[in-house]
C-alpha cells in the first residue's frame, strides 16, 4: 500500500478522499489555490503545497501538481472528479513521472472522452446503445436523412462534448441547418473539436447509471444503479439508489450489460456507465472515467467504500469483495446542498457561511469542507454539501431526509435546502417519476410556494449547539419577570406565564416608528400613455454583474434596442452559466466587457439608455 498520496482536488471530495487515506493508514499531501489557504482540505492534510497561479486554473495545472507530488515524494494521486480526473494527458504524465493515477488507463480515459468512440467500442461490447449514428456526420442532407430514418425529433452532439454542451434536438428537417452549425461551433468552442453525430432523442428519459468497479486482476463488478433524473440545466441536484420503478427485468439487463461495458474495456477502477431509460427500453449515454459526486448513495445501499477500493486498486491490490458479495440494501438518497437561491433561478450565492451545523440522526451522513465562518469562493463550483440518508425503504428514505434536511443549519448564505424539502413532498416525486425534464417543467410551481416552504422548514434545532453559556461572544440574554396571564381559547381558560427575554443589544435597537409623509405621485406620470412612456421601471440603465464571473457570450450590439426581459448577455460563475436580462427598455449605449473576460462583483457590463 502506498504510505503518502496527493489530493489534487478541493471541497468536499478532497475531504473525502482524505477519510478514506487516513483509514488505510496513508499520508495526504493537500494542494491548493492562495484563497484555499483556510480550506478544510488544507487544515486536514500532513503537507500542503499552494500552487502558484490563478484561483481558476491552479487545480488544473498537471505539471506544477505532479511537481508537488514528486517534491513530498507521493507515490500517488487522487484527482477526485472535475478539474484534472478525466484529462487523459494528466493521468499519462503522471505515470511518465513515475506517479501512481489513482483511476483508470489513459487509454480508457481517452476512448471515452470521445462519444462516437465510446458509442462504437459499446455497441461492438453488445450494449445497447441509442439509435443514430457510429460515424461523425458533416452534411445538412446527411443529418436530414437520419431524422427521416429514425423519425423526429433528433439530437445533434458534439463527439467530445458532455453534460449537455454542444446538443441540439432538432424537431423537423428544416430546423437542421442551424442547429448542425450550433452543435459544430459549441463543440469547437468548448471542446476543440466540431465534430458531431446524431442521435434519435427521447423525450422524457431518466438518467440512471451503473456503478462498475475493475481492478488489475481482471475483475469487474457492478454495484447496482442510481437514478439521477433529478436535474436543472444539467446540474444534479437529487440522487437516489436504487432507480425506483425500475422492473427487475429492465434491472437485471442494465447490470449485465454494464458490466459487459466495463469488461470490454478491461476497466480498472471506479466508473460509470451512465444511461437513458426510457420505459422498458434502456441506451447506453456515456462511460464516465471518475468517481462521481453522487457516489455516497451507491456506498450508503451496499456498504462499500469507493474510494478504499480506488486507492487499493491504484496500488495494484484486488477488489476486497465478489459480485456475489454485493447486496444492495434499502435506498439512499442523496440532496446536493448549494450556495444558489432555488428561488432565484438558482442564482449562485457566493459569501460566509456564519453557521454551520450537521444533523447528528441515525442513518445520515453529510460530506462537506464547509465549517462555521467558512467563505464561499466565488471560483468554484456552489456545492457546500452533500446530505445522504438511508432507509429501509423508499418511504423511510424520504421521510428521514426531510426531517434530515429541516435539522441541517447554514446560516449566511441561500442554498438548495428548500427546493430538496418541496421536491420530497411532491406527488411525482414520491412516485419516482421526477423524469430528466420534470425539474425544469415544474421550477415555478416551487417559486409560488415559496413562504410555504420556508415555513415548513420551520425553526432548526441546532444538534451541535453550544449553550449560549458556553459562548463568551454571543449576546447575554436576562430572563425578566414571569407574569401570569389568563388566554381564552375556544372558550377553554389557559393559564399561560410569560417571561420576557431580553438583551441589551436588542432592546437598543428598537427605535420609535416615525411616519413618513408618502409623496404624492405627479399626475403627469399618471396619464402618459403607455406607447411613449419607455419602460424604465425605474432603472438607471446600468446592467452591473452581480457576481465575480466570465463573460461567455454578449448577444447585443451597440445601438440595439432591447426590450425588457430580453437577453443581454451570458455569465458564468461557480461553474454554471445564467443569463442577464434586460430591466429596461432602451438602446445599448455601450458594452464595457468582451467575451472571455473575467468581470469582478458589481462590474458595469453595459449601459441602456432611453
Ligand atoms: C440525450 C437525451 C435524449 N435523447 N440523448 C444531456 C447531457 C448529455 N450527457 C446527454 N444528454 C441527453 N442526451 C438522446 N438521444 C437527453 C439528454 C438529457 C439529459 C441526460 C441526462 C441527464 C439530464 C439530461 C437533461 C436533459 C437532456
Request: net charge neutral; aromatic share 6%.
Amino acid at each position: 500500500m502506498f504510505k503518502k498520496i496527493l489530493i489534487a482536488n478541493r471541497g468536499e471530495i478532497a475531504v473525502r478522499i482524505w477519510k478514506a487515506a487516513k483509514e488505510l493508514g496513508i499520508k495526504v499531501v493537500a494542494c491548493a489555490s492562495e484563497p484555499d489557504r483556510q480550506a478544510l482540505h488544507v487544515r486536514l492534510a500532513d503537507e500542503v503545497y499552494i500552487l502558484s497561479g490563478e484561483p481558476t486554473k491552479v487545480y488544473l495545472d498537471g505539471p506544477q501538481i505532479i511537481e508537488a507530488a514528486k517534491r513530498a515524494g507521493a507515490e500517488a494521486i487522487h484527482p477526485g472528479y472535475g478539474f484534472l480526473a478525466e484529462n487523459a494527458d494528466f493521468a499519462r504524465q503522471c505515470g511518465e513521472a513515475g506517479i501512481v493515477f489513482i483511476g483508470p488507463q489513459p487509454d480508457v480515459i481517452a476512448a471515452m472522452g470521445s462519444k462516437v468512440e465510446a458509442r462504437r467500442l459499446m455497441s461492438k461490447a453488445g450494449v445497447p446503445v441509442v439509435p443514430g449514428t457510429i460515424d461523425p456526420v458533416t452534411e445538412v442532407s446527411a443529418v436530414q436523412e437520419l431524422g427521416s430514418k429514425f423519425g423526429y425529433p433528433i439530437a445533434i452532439k458534439a463527439a467530445a462534448g458532455g453534460g449537455g454542451r454542444g446538443l441540439r434536438v432538432v424537431r423537423s428537417a428544416d430546423e437542421v441547418e442551424k442547429a448542425l452549425a450550433g452543435a459544430q461551433r459549441e463543440g469547437l468552442n468548448y471542446f476543440g473539436s466540431n465534430e458531431v453525430y446524431v442521435e434519435k432523442y427521447l423525450e422524457r428519459p431518466h438518467h440512471v447509471e451503473v456503478q462498475i468497479i475493475g481492478d488489475n486482476q481482471g475483475n469487474v463488478v457492478h454495484l447496482f444503479e442510481r437514478d439521477c433524473s433529478a436535474q436543472r440545466r444539467h446540474q444534479k441536484l437529487t440522487e437516489e439508489s436504487p432507480a425506483p420503478k425500475l422492473s427487475q427485468t429492465v434491472r437485471a439487463k442494465l447490470l449485465d450489460a454494464a458490466c459487459k461495458a466495463a469488461s470490454a474495456l478491461k476497466y480498472r477502477s471506479a466508473g460509470t456507465i451512465e444511461c437513458l431509460v426510457w420505459g422498458e427500453e434502456f441506451y447506453f449515454l456515456e462511460v464516465n472515467t471518475r468517481v462521481q459526486v453522487e457516489h455516497p448513495i451507491t456506498e450508503m445501499v451496499t456498504g462499500i467504500d469507493i474510494v478504499k477500493e480506488q486507492i487499493r486498486i491504484a496500488a495494484g491490490l484486488p477488489l476486497s469483495f465478489k459480485q456475489a458479495d454485493v447486496v444492495a440494501r434499502g435506498v439512499a438518497i442523496e440532496c446536493r446542498i448549494n450556495a444558489e437561491d432555488p428561488f432565484k433561478s438558482f442564482m449562485p450565492q457566493p459569501g460566509k457561511v456564519t453557521k454551520f451545523s450537521v444533523p447528528n440522526i441515525p442513518w445520515v451522513r453529510v460530506d462537506s469542507a464547509c465549517y462555521d465562518g467558512y467563505e464561499i469562493l466565488p471560483f468554484y463550483d456552489s456545492l457546500i454539501a452533500k446530505l445522504v440518508v438511508w432507509g429501509r425503504d423508499r418511504d423511510e428514505a424520504i421521510a428521514r431526509t426531510e426531517f434530515a434536511l429541516k435539522n441541517l443549519v447554514i446560516d449566511g448564505v441561500q442554498t438548495t435546502i428548500p427546493f430538496h424539502v418541496w421536491l420530497l413532498q411532491q406527488e411525482a416525486f414520491k412516485n419516482g417519476d421526477v423524469d430528466t425534464t420534470w425539474v425544469e417543467a415544474h421550477a415555478k410551481d416551487m417559486v409560488a410556494e415559496k413562504d410555504a416552504i420556508n415555513a415548513s422548514l420551520g425553526v432548526k434545532a441546532d444538534l451541535t449547539a453550544k449553550p449560549d453559556s458556553a459562548n463568551s461572544d454571543a449576546p447575554q440574554i436576562t430572563r425578566l419577570a414571569e407574569r401570569q396571564f389568563e388566554v381564552t381559547v375556544n372558550q377553554r381558560v389557559f393559564t399561560v406565564g410569560v417571561s420576557e427575554l431580553a438583551d441589551s443589544a436588542r432592546i437598543e435597537s428598537v427605535k420609535p416608528i416615525t411616519k413618513t409623509k408618502s409623496q404624492p405621485t405627479p399626475a403627469r406620470a399618471l396619464a402618459r400613455p403607455e406607447s411613449v412612456k419607455p419602460e424604465t421601471n425605474g432603472h438607471s440603465g446600468n446592467v452591473k454583474s452581480e457576481m465575480h464571473g466570465l463573460v461567455k457570450e454578449i448577444l447585443v450590439k451597440p445601438g440595439e434596442n432591447v426590450k425588457v426581459g430580453q437577453r443581454l448577455l451570458i455569465l458564468e460563475a461557480m461553474k454554471m452559466e445564467s443569463e442577464i436580462l434586460a430591466k429596461r427598455e432602451g438602446k445599448i449605449a455601450s458594452i464595457n466587457v468582451k467575451a472571455g473576460e473575467t468581470v469582478e462583483a458589481k462590474a458595469l457590463l453595459l449601459v441602456i439608455s432611453d
